[in-house]
T-cell receptor
Framework: GAVVSQHPSRVICKSGTSVKIECRSLDFQATTMFWYRQFPKKSLMLMAT?????????EQGVEKDKFLINHASLTLSTLTVTSAHPEDSSFYIC?????????????FGEGSRLTVL | QKEVEQNSGPLSVPEGAIASLNCTYS??????FFWYRQYSGKSPELIMS????GDKEDGRFTAQLNKASQYVSLLIRDSQPSDSATYLC?????????????FGTGTRLTVIP
C-alpha cells in the first residue's frame, strides 16, 4: 500500500521556538495532504488541507499564522508550529490520498508528538 | 448532531469472541466509509473500506454498510488480544475540491485473554 512518512516522530522544544514537521508520500504523488492533531483519548481533528502549489485551507478555529503549511512539491508538505506554547503540545498526524478521487482512502504518517516545555 | 458518531466504549470481549463496532453518520450524501485501527500513541491504520450497501469481508474483518439507515459497522471474528485498540470510523462526503473525511471519536476495544 501507499506509504506516508512523517518526521520527526518526537520533538521537545522550549516555549517560543518554532518547530517544523515534514510529511512525505514515498511511493506516490499527493496533490493534497491533510494535517490533523489529536489530544489524548480524543479523535483526530482536521487542522488544514494542504494543496500542492497553492495556499492551504484551514479549518475553522485553526490559526493560519500559528500553523504554517507549505506544500512545495507533490511529495512533501510541511507544518511549522510557530512560537510554540505548552498548549500546542499534541500528536500531529499527516495523511495523503494517492489519487485525485476525493472518495479514496487516506494513508497516514506515523505521527509527530510535540512537547513544548 | 455530530457528523459521525460512535460509542466510545470501552468494549470488552473475551478472546475468540466476535467484536461488533457500530457507527452512524448524519449526511446521506456520504460516499465512502472507512474503519481505521489506532494503537495507543500510533497513527491510524486502515482496516477496511466500503463503498456500497451490504457486507465486505477481509479475513477476520467484515464491514457492513446500510446507507438507508446511515450506519456502518465492523465485525471482528475470533478476536485476539492484538486486536485491542481504538477503532475509528471515518466517512467521506463527496464535495468538489475538498476533503471531507469525518472521523468519529473512536471505540476502544479490549480483548481479554
Amino acid at each position: 500500500g501507499a506509504v506516508v512518512s512523517q518526521h520527526p516522530s518526537r520533538v521537545i522544544c522550549k516555549s517560543g521556538t518554532s518547530v517544523k514537521i515534514e510529511c512525505r508520500s514515498l511511493d506516490f504523488q499527493a496533490t493534497t495532504m491533510f494535517w490533523y492533531r489529536q489530544f489524548p483519548k480524543k479523535s483526530l481533528m482536521l487542522m488544514a488541507t494542504s494543496n500542492e502549489g497553492s495556499k492551504a485551507t484551514y479549518e475553522q478555529g485553526v490559526e493560519k499564522d500559528k500553523f504554517l503549511i507549505n506544500h512545495a512539491s507533490l511529495t512533501l508538505s510541511t507544518l511549522t508550529v510557530t512560537s510554540a506554547h505548552p498548549e500546542d503540545s499534541s500528536f500531529y498526524i499527516c495523511s495523503a490520498r494517492s489519487g485525485r478521487d476525493v472518495t479514496g482512502e487516506l494513508f497516514f504518517g506515523e505521527g509527530s508528538r510535540l512537547t513544548v516545555l | 448532531q455530530k457528523e459521525v458518531e460512535q460509542n466510545s466504549g470501552p468494549l470488552s470481549v473475551p478472546e475468540g469472541a466476535i467484536a461488533s463496532l457500530n457507527c452512524t453518520y448524519s449526511d446521506r450524501g456520504s460516499q465512502s466509509f472507512f474503519w481505521y485501527r489506532q494503537y495507543s500513541g500510533k497513527s491510524p491504520e486502515l482496516i477496511m473500506s466500503i463503498y456500497s450497501n451490504g457486507d465486505k469481508e477481509d479475513g477476520r474483518f467484515t464491514a457492513q454498510l446500510n446507507k438507508a439507515s446511515q450506519y456502518v459497522s465492523l465485525l471482528i471474528r475470533d478476536s485476539q488480544p492484538s486486536d485491542s485498540a481504538t477503532y475509528l470510523c471515518a466517512v467521506n462526503r463527496r464535495q468538489t475540491g475538498a476533503n471531507n473525511l469525518f472521523f468519529g471519536t473512536g471505540t476502544r476495544l479490549t480483548v481479554i485473554p
